[in-house]
């Protein structure tokens, strides 16, 4: 069955305005809504096996859990939940930094989110830069950064302001020789590909899944093997079993289940039979098909507008994401313009603070044109008339 973007978008109460914001949130449908609700409104209590509420709490961690790993083809018991990836992000490089001597290495990338970034650098590692070409938003090689004393290397699986979508396995194979560990943020390619973390050849995967139609949370993936060499701070009476030992306080019981709900919903996307995982590739296949057609038609139109600048290499291999400005037009004012004329595109660097400079662009960034999986062509073309008709000087 083909991909039925009006059907989809009769789950979603809140589609007001064209809606090409989903880099930085996306639109949540009614059953993710439902079951957050209903998970409130339900008597629960702290996970155990006793009462029907604790047995309750206890079954919706364990589907939140399955949940994540059907989505990433993960180890339901490497999935570690928190209040949002950058914070898992902050908990984790602490974590391993008590294992680092004052000679150790990271290696961060300017193409990444700053979450990706600043928890890295904060640690006292000397830190080894890898840039991006400007004029095709490609990654340089992380191999020749790489030294006896390279403990970890952070990098993004596709960028939030540009959607380059850095070859991974590769990176991976490089870190893994060199004998050092490989942290990936998958907050952008998660809700628009299928995602292996056993082949991307991740130690650590963190996305989050309020980017893929469910609630603000962050969730880690990693083997359990490896998250059992870690120790973090924790209270004394709270368990030390993996991975609730990284998981600080009384999980959020109504998020975690919006987000199984919100997976569920991924995976029926197109209607089809098998085990959730494989209902979840078909569907984030056909995902795909859909929303690379909706990028051709954004990219050509843009480029055939004049004075209009669109950033990274359109065609090459990304997610479907477009960053742009326009000539004499201060891009908050593209914003604004967009947004009067119900177009939510908005401006910036996106907390993707190091690739918005390295671009030319500084602090204050330019437009990010974002595809989601209720984005139609009608949306597509609402967004290029906004464009056209901006005043010009």
Same mark, same amino acid.
């Given at each position: 069955?083909?991909?039925?973007?009006? *059907?989809?978008?009769?789950?979603?109460?809140?589609?007001?305005?064209?809606?090409?914001?989903?880099?930085?949130?996306?639109?949540?449908?009614?059953?993710?809504? @439902?079951?957050?609700?209903?998970?409130? =409104?339900?008597?629960?209590?702290?996970?155990?096996?006793?009462?029907?509420?604790?047995?309750?709490?206890?079954?919706?961690?364990?589907?939140?859990?399955? &949940?994540?790993?059907?989505?990433? @083809?993960?180890?339901?018991?490497?999935? %570690?939940?928190?209040?949002?990836?950058?914070?898992?992000?902050?908990?984790?490089?602490? #974590?391993?930094?008590?294992?680092?001597?004052?000679?150790?290495?990271?290696?961060?990338?300017?193409?990444?989110?700053?979450?990706?970034?600043?928890?890295? %650098?904060?640690?006292?590692? *000397?830190?080894?830069?890898?840039?991006?070409?400007?004029?095709?938003?490609?990654?340089?090689?992380?191999?020749?950064?790489?030294?006896?004393?390279?403990?970890?290397?952070?990098?993004? &699986?596709?960028?939030?302001?540009?959607?380059?979508?850095?070859?991974?396995?590769?990176?991976?194979?490089?870190?893994?020789?060199?004998? @050092?560990?490989?942290?990936?943020?998958?907050?952008?390619?998660?809700?628009?590909?299928?995602?292996?973390?056993?082949?991307?050849?991740?130690?650590?995967?963190?996305?989050?899944?309020?980017?893929?139609?469910?609630?603000?949370?962050?969730?880690?993936?990693?083997?359990?093997?490896?998250?059992?060499?870690?120790?973090?701070? *924790?209270?004394?009476?709270?368990?030390?079993?993996?991975?609730?030992?990284?998981?600080?306080?009384?999980?959020?019981?109504?998020?975690?289940?919006?987000?199984?709900?919100?997976?569920?919903?991924?995976?029926?996307?197109?209607?089809?039979?098998?085990?959730?995982r494989a209902r979840l590739l078909a569907s984030m296949a056909e995902l795909e098909k859909h929303e690379n057609a909706l990028l051709a038609r954004l990219d050509g139109g843009l480029g055939s507008l004049p004075?209009?600048?669109?950033?990274? @290499?359109?065609?090459?291999?990304?997610?479907?994401?477009?960053?742009?400005?326009?000539?004499?037009?201060?891009?908050?004012?593209?914003?604004?313009?967009?947004?009067?004329?119900? %177009?939510?595109?908005?401006?910036?660097?996106?907390?993707?603070?190091? =690739?918005?400079?390295?671009?030319?662009?500084?602090?204050?960034?330019?437009?990010?044109?974002?595809?989601?999986?209720?984005? #139609?062509?009608?949306?597509?073309?609402?967004?290029?008339?906004? %464009?056209?008709?901006?005043?010009? &000087?």
């Amino acid at each position: 069955m083909t991909y039925d973007v009006w *059907k989809i978008r009769e789950h979603f109460p809140a589609l007001d305005a064209a809606h090409f914001d989903g880099p930085g949130g996306s639109q949540v449908p009614d059953v993710v809504g @439902a079951a957050v609700a209903g998970t409130l =409104c339900a008597a629960i209590a702290n996970r155990g096996v006793v009462t029907a509420a604790e047995r309750r709490a206890s079954a919706v961690v364990a589907d939140a859990r399955q &949940a994540v790993a059907d989505l990433l @083809a993960a180890d339901p018991a490497g999935v %570690v939940f928190g209040r949002s990836m950058t914070q898992l992000t902050y908990d984790f490089s602490r #974590t391993l930094a008590r294992t680092w001597g004052p000679d150790d290495e990271v290696v961060v990338t300017r193409l990444d989110h700053d979450a990706n970034i600043r928890p890295w %650098v904060q640690t006292g590692a *000397k830190v080894r830069w890898a840039d991006f070409d400007p004029a095709t938003g490609e990654l340089a090689p992380i191999g020749p950064l790489l030294t006896e004393r390279t403990r970890l290397v952070a990098v993004t &699986a596709a960028s939030n302001l540009l959607g380059t979508r850095p070859d991974i396995p590769a990176i991976a194979a490089e870190v893994h020789a060199a004998g @050092a560990l490989l942290y990936v943020d998958g907050v952008h390619l998660t809700p628009h590909a299928s995602v292996s973390v056993d082949d991307l050849g991740a130690d650590f995967y963190a996305c989050s899944p309020y980017k893929f139609l469910g609630p603000h949370l962050g969730v880690l993936a990693a083997a359990p093997a490896l998250l059992e060499t870690l120790h973090p701070d *924790k209270l004394l009476p709270s368990t030390d079993a993996v991975p609730e030992r990284f998981e600080l306080g009384t999980l959020p019981y109504e998020l975690l289940a919006g987000t199984t709900a919100a997976i569920d919903f991924l995976a029926d996307l197109v209607p089809g039979t098998g085990s959730r995982r494989a209902r979840l590739l078909a569907s984030m296949a056909e995902l795909e098909k859909h929303e690379n057609a909706l990028l051709a038609r954004l990219d050509g139109g843009l480029g055939s507008l004049p004075g209009v600048t669109r950033y990274g @290499a359109p065609g090459r291999h990304r997610t479907p994401t477009v960053l742009f400005s326009v000539e004499g037009v201060p891009s908050q004012a593209v914003y604004e313009h967009l947004g009067a004329a119900g %177009v939510n595109a908005p401006a910036g660097s996106f907390y993707a603070i190091e =690739c918005s400079r390295h671009l030319g662009l500084g602090d204050t960034g330019a437009v990010r044109a974002g595809i989601a999986p209720y984005t #139609t062509e009608e949306d597509v073309d609402r967004l290029l008339a906004g %464009v056209a008709s901006l005043p010009r &000087a």
